[in-house]
């Protein structure tokens, strides 16, 4: 964050508030997150679904890619629900 | 509206964030780990009751383990 710190700013350099700092962070986490989850879910989704790569994706293996998606979104969820509710 | 980049407020903020990154990862790799683990055969239109709990389960599991792992290693220090 060392690039952030300029002191005192000359004059003409134009400031931007914490909270516009904040929002714009904030965007490119959700970014970030959302980036992540796509590669994971398609590695997963690949693995399960495309056995032997044909020279298209075939209907089947399309809807298993789809069904699979909605999977590892609930099983996220699961995960997520077991993580945090679990009384100990 | 506060200009400086050392505020209190911006301090707060990203830890909290930092927290929920932590959070994030944590869930990701689960899921990842206990997706590997409990979902076998080609995802269907829903989970079986076994794959579920097996999901489930797996999480509490990890958890449970991570604490053995813990304590196990304070008690060599």
Not at chain 2, 6 to 35: G, I
């Amino acid at each position: 964050m060392d690039s952030f710190s300029s002191g005192s700013t000359g004059a003409g350099s134009p400031q931007i508030s914490t909270d516009e700092l904040m929002d714009q962070m904030k965007v490119q986490f959700a970014q970030a997150y959302a980036q992540e989850f796509l590669e994971t879910v398609r590695g997963k989704c690949f693995d399960k679904c495309i056995t032997k790569p044909g020279s298209s994706l075939s209907g089947s293996e399309s809807s298993c890619i789809s069904r699979c998606v909605d999977r590892y979104i609930e099983a996220t969820g699961i995960v997520g629900k077991a993580l945090f509710s679990a009384s100990r | 509206m506060d200009p400086s980049l050392n505020s209190a407020e911006l301090q707060r903020f990203l830890s909290q964030e930092k927290e929920k990154a932590m959070v994030n990862e944590m869930v990701t790799n689960l899921t990842s780990v206990c997706w590997d683990k409990c979902i076998t055969s080609t995802p269907g239109n829903k989970f079986s009751s076994s794959e579920s709990a097996c999901l489930s389960h797996c999480a509490q599991r990890y958890m449970d383990v991570t604490l053995i792992i813990m304590k196990r290693v304070q008690s060599m220090q």
